[in-house]
Each structure stands twice: as structure tokens, then as C-alpha cells.
């Protein structure tokens, strides 16, 4: 049986594929700031985007996008912050900074499904 860090990370690299595959580069996975981790970071037309990852094989604990609560939210936007200061000379040329939210949903048959977010919250909510 998959450890839920296990099928986190396996979440984590199916949706990084799945944006790879619409145009977006994935410029870090698993980016961390002390406690606090920063799941894909991603850059495309301009927009960098910090993206938090949920991944369920079920509903049995809730839809994986309802976890992503008020906490959660501030942990993301803090690390972001840590994350531009120590990238800075990378981000050049972007023009906007969103969060967004990726749910990947495991199905046995490996047609997985995958839901993006844009701009799922602003910062300070």
C-alpha cells in the first residue's frame, strides 16, 4: 500500500507533467523554507505561479482542493515570499504572481484526473 507521501509525490509529478505539457515550466518541486514547502513553482507568459498540489484516490477524506484551508494558504504565501527573495535574479520579466491549485485525482485504470485552479486564492485570504 502507498504511504500518502508516497502518493503526494506521485501527485506532485503527475500534475508537474500535465502543466510540462500546456506550456508551463516547472521551475521547482518540493521547494522548502523551513516547515514550510512550496509544491511546484511554475513560470509561463509571464505569470509565475505557486501551485499547491492535492492528491486523493478517493473522497473518503473530502475532496482533495477543500483541504487547502486559511493555514495552509498563509504557509504557501510565506514560503513564496522566501522563495522570490532567494530566486529574484530568475524571475525577471514576470509579470504577474498568482496561487493556484492542482488537484490530481489516482484512478486504478492510470486515467488520472486533474483539476487547475487558476488563481484559486489572493494573498491575505
Known amino acids: 500500500m502507498e504511504s500518502n507521501v508516497g502518493r ?9 507533467a500535465w502543466l510540462e505539457a500546456r506550456g508551463w515550466t516547472v521551475l521547482d518541486r518540493n521547494w522548502r523554507d523551513g516547515p514550510r514547502e512550496l509544491d511546484l513553482v511554475a513560470h509561463r507568459d ?8 492535492k492528491t486523493r484516490s478517493s ?13 495552509k ?3 504557501v504565501e510565506r514560503a513564496a515570499r522566501a522563495w522570490i527573495r ?3 535574479p530568475e524571475i525577471d ?3 504577474a504572481l498568482r496561487f493556484d491549485a492542482v488537484s490530481v485525482r489516482l484512478n486504478p485504470s492510470g486515467a488520472h484526473e486533474i483539476l487547475h485552479v ?3 486564492w489572493r494573498t491575505g485570504e
Not at 46 to 53: D, R
Not at 59 to 70: H, K, Q, T, V
Open 86 to 88: 532567494s530566486r529574484t
Open 118 to 120: 487558476e488563481g484559486a
Open 46 to 53: 509571464g505569470t509565475l505561479a505557486f501551485l499547491e498540489v
Open 8 to 16: 503526494g509525490r506521485r501527485g506532485e509529478s503527475i500534475a508537474a
Open 59 to 71: 473522497d473518503a477524506f473530502g475532496a482533495p482542493l477543500e483541504s487547502i484551508g486559511p493555514r
Open 73 to 75: 494558504r498563509r504557509d
Open 93 to 95: 520579466g514576470v509579470r
